[in-house]
């Protein structure tokens, strides 16, 4: 015989435990508190009688005194047996528990942290009503039966789980910091843009992926920033949700080099051979960056994937200024720190071009681009 429905099994076990009719059933069902835990609507009820009365688990006891709902049924001899095996089985089956807040917390590093924070607020303000409601219907009953207690006691656990862990949860998102490049290292990333200064860069870590060409018309560059960006929140979602470590995604940067450094300044770009990179922290380890990019693979074909690569640069001594404007405007600042600025400080190329493009290009007018020019150097 098919297996009953939890619905089917509760209105069962009602009529077990004597003749009812539809009405006595929702008043039944509503003061145990029955729908904290078992989807069942008061036209259910008829719905679920029917079916049982069809499958002969069932039976009326006589005819309507006035319409439907006065009709008094009670379980037959196989409603009695199948409902002693089917609660033989509740008792002792684990039956997983699917949770959709969990989907929402798999997904909730693609959301603004407030959105995050409003939903979980959200979340155990209606936990709590919950909780208060089952209690005030529990004290209403009061004294009640073991079996009916041992229910409310079962409900009030997994709703003060639940209230704990959302509890536990929206702290930690309030509470977490995230770590941002551009704050920890302020003075890498907010240069002045009337002068340039001389900065030491600490060993910094990177995922990075190399070319050659022209970046305006070359698909090799654009498949390697689209790879670079796929990899990048890869490791922010997998570093929240398995480290419980947040940060932000520092801008895309780029190491420029070529044979000839004046082709910058002339602007051949098809000469220029290039290693695009987004920052890491340190603790984003090589073998996490091998899962985001495989990851990643899985969902989309991207032949720059492959490509990326953890890397880790060191710079020392550099000079940086930030241009604002076009990034073709950038050749009177280069000329002036290649031709001007580098030899009267007594200073020479000591490591590839490097800008930080703080701006985002699809958004931002070109005459509005913020990028950071960055040259290491050594006494000449």
Request: no cysteine; aromatic share 8%; glycine share 6%.
């Given at each position: 015989m098919a297996a009953l429905t939890d619905g089917e099994l509760t209105v069962l076990g009602l009529l077990v435990e004597q003749p009812r009719h539809g009405y006595e059933l929702e008043r039944v069902i509503e003061e145990r508190g029955v729908r904290a835990w078992t989807a069942l609507g008061f036209s259910s009820i008829y719905y679920v009688l029917d079916k049982l009365a069809k499958r002969g688990l069932i039976e009326a006891t006589g005819a309507p005194s006035s319409g439907k709902s006065r009709t008094t049924f009670r379980a037959t001899v196989s409603g009695r047996e199948l409902c002693a095996a089917a609660t033989r089985?509740?008792?002792?089956?684990?039956?997983?528990?699917?949770?959709?807040?969990?989907?929402?917390?798999?997904?909730?590093?693609?959301?603004?942290?407030?959105?995050?924070?409003?939903?979980?607020?959200?979340?155990?303000?209606?936990?709590?009503?919950?909780?208060?409601?089952?209690?005030?219907?529990?004290?209403?009953?009061?004294?009640?039966?073991?079996?009916?207690?041992?229910?409310?006691?079962?409900?009030?656990?997994?709703?003060?789980?639940?209230?704990?862990?959302?509890?536990?949860?929206?702290?930690?998102?309030?509470?977490?910091?995230?770590?941002?490049?551009?704050?920890?290292?302020?003075?890498?990333?907010?240069?002045?843009?009337?002068?340039?200064?001389?900065?030491?860069?600490?060993?910094?870590?990177?995922?990075?992926?190399?070319?050659?060409?022209?970046?305006?018309?070359?698909?090799?560059?654009?498949?390697?920033?689209?790879?670079?960006?796929?990899?990048?929140?890869?490791?922010?979602?997998?570093?929240?949700?398995?480290?419980?470590?947040?940060?932000?995604?520092?801008?895309?940067?780029?190491?420029?080099?070529?044979?000839?450094p004046s082709v910058f300044v002339t602007r051949r770009k098809e000469t220029w051979e290039w290693t695009m990179m987004i920052s890491q922290p340190d603790w984003i380890a090589d073998d996490m960056v091998k899962a985001a990019v495989d990851n990643v693979a899985r969902k989309k074909e991207n032949p720059a994937l492959g490509d990326i690569r953890p890397h880790t640069l060191v710079e020392g001594t550099c000079v940086q200024i930030l241009h604002i404007g076009s990034y073709d405007d950038e050749t009177p600042t280069l000329d002036r720190l290649h031709n001007h600025y580098l030899p009267d400080n007594g200073l020479t190329f000591n490591g590839d071009h490097h800008e930080i493009y703080l701006s985002d290009a699809r958004r931002t007018a070109p005459a509005k681009l913020k990028t950071i020019l960055r040259q290491p150097v050594k006494p000449a």
């Open positions: 089985d509740a008792l002792t089956t684990l039956t997983p528990t699917h949770a959709r807040v969990l989907i929402g917390m798999a997904n909730s590093p693609g959301l603004p942290d407030a959105d995050v924070v409003t939903g979980l607020t959200k979340r155990l303000d209606a936990l709590r009503d919950q909780f208060a409601d089952v209690r005030a219907t529990r004290a209403r009953q009061a004294p009640l039966p073991t079996a009916a207690s041992a229910i409310f006691d079962y409900s009030e656990a997994m709703l003060a789980a639940d209230i704990s862990w959302t509890e536990t949860t929206l702290a930690r998102e309030t509470a977490m910091d995230k770590y941002d490049i551009k704050k920890v290292r302020r003075a890498l990333y907010s240069p002045p843009s009337k002068e340039f200064t001389v900065v030491d860069v600490p060993e910094l870590r990177y995922i990075a992926v190399d070319g050659r060409g022209d970046p305006n018309t070359s698909p090799a560059y654009a498949n390697a920033i689209e790879a670079l960006y796929g990899v990048a929140y890869a490791l922010k979602f997998a570093s929240k949700n398995t480290l419980g470590r947040d940060f932000v995604v520092g801008p895309l940067e780029g190491l420029w080099r070529a044979d000839d």
